[in-house]
């Protein structure tokens, strides 16, 4: 018994030093102070611009249910659909950045916006018909990846912030690497890698902040990470630990 009762006090020492973590790498924006930034700056370009390989879903509005059917060939609803074919519906943009919509044959949408694409469409439309409404949205998500799994995360609207991302995902742990988050984003015909640094206000200012459609977030894990991460087999023994200690003491005292 008195030999165990060190080995099991060196142990709780060891987890105790692991757990000392600084709290400015624990915190998110740990240096923010309260106050106002100015939004939509130079630096943060929130309007994206579709690009090569995104899909689009186009709608057409008219007066006409004929018309508004042969304009809008894939959003009729089939509930027998596949995961699979639900998500390859829509119009993929190709290696040119064009799209062939019908009536009108080939369209180049690469380097517009949505709401630029809308108007394209719409003016080209209006050749043939009258009172049309075209609305234009990007089917886009992001790539959230820590050490433990990854998944997908679907862009609601146009924008999407890296803390929205992370939320989303629900795998961030405490002791995971905030100060060093990679970012990889394909733009323009070069992929672009990056580290953030999420322990500082300086995220808000970053043009990475608002994400684009299939950028890839890698959070690695810390140090302390499969020690002491909730339900971590590190974590139980050192607990168990604890309280053997904490017994052996009490009757040490008796």
Avoid at 38 to 48: G, H, I, K, R, Y
Wanted: glycine residues 6%; positive net charge; aromatic residues 10%.
């Amino acid at each position: 018994m008195r030999k165990l009762f060190p080995a099991l006090a060196i142990l709780v020492f060891v987890v105790s030093l692991h757990s000392c973590v600084s709290p400015n790498k624990l915190y998110l924006f740990y240096d923010k102070t309260p106050g106002r930034d100015t939004l939509d700056t130079v630096a943060q370009p929130v309007v994206q611009k579709i690009q090569r390989n995104d899909r689009l879903n186009i709608t057409v509005s008219s007066t006409d249910p004929a018309l508004t059917a042969y304009l809008n060939p894939f959003n009729v609803q089939n509930s027998s659909s596949s995961t699979s074919q639900q998500a390859a519906a829509g119009y993929l943009v190709n290696y040119a950045g064009n799209i062939e919509f019908p009536l009108l044959g080939t369209i180049q949408v690469a380097g517009l916006s949505t709401s630029e694409a809308s108007k394209l469409i719409k003016d080209k439309l209006s050749f043939y018909y009258k009172d049309l409404f075209v609305n234009v949205n990007l089917r886009g998500q992001v790539y959230f990846i820590s050490g433990r799994q990854g998944t997908p995360i679907a862009m609601t609207n146009e924008r999407l912030t890296i803390f929205e991302a992370i939320a989303q995902s629900g795998m961030q742990d405490a002791y995971d690497r905030k100060n060093q988050l990679w970012l990889v984003r394909d733009s323009v015909g070069q992929r672009i890698y990056t580290k953030l640094d999420l322990n500082s206000k300086s995220i808000f200012q970053s043009p990475y902040y608002y994400l684009q459609n299939n950028d890839l977030i890698y959070l690695q894990p810390g140090k302390s990470t499969p020690l002491l991460a909730p339900g971590s087999p590190g974590r139980n023994v050192a607990s168990l630990s604890a309280v053997v200690v904490s017994i052996l003491l009490l009757f040490r005292s008796l």
